[in-house]
């Protein structure tokens, strides 16, 4: 049930932002096997003196914040890493450009439904 927020410079996306959310969507998938339909996903654009970035990083550098139950393993972690990364080649963002930051929370401290998400059958595995 991770919600994820896309950063970027305005400008190199263009009329693609569906198929980035689409694609980080996939990745999603692919790395942390949670279930087709568990979709949080946020696309925000920063005209160009809004956001600073490192040194010799191209106008398509990007900022993933995935916020997510905490017990993944660290092969779900590079699974996500990796698919990302992948995904986004094809919208010819390099590896470099990309910066993924996962911000794990427990699930008492998740709420859903008027409930902690420790007490409610999620459905799928937090321990892939």
């Known amino acids: 049930m991770p919600a994820t927020r896309i950063e970027t410079r305005r400008g190199w996306i263009g009329s693609r932002r569906l198929e980035i959310i689409e694609a980080v969507q996939r990745a999603l998938l692919t790395g942390l096997k949670i279930p087709e339909d568990d979709r949080c996903i946020s696309l925000l654009e920063y005209e160009a003196d809004a956001m600073i970035v490192p040194p010799g990083k191209g106008e398509s550098y990007s900022v993933i914040e995935i916020k997510l139950f905490s017990g993944r393993s660290l092969d779900a972690k590079r699974r996500l890493y990796a698919a990302i ?18 911000v794990e929370i427990d699930p008492e401290n998740w709420g859903l439904r008027g409930l902690p998400a420790s007490e409610i059958d999620l459905g799928f595995k937090i321990d892939v």
């Open 85 to 102: 990364v992948d995904e986004l080649s094809a919208f010819d963002v390099p590896a470099g450009d990309i910066k993924i930051m996962l």
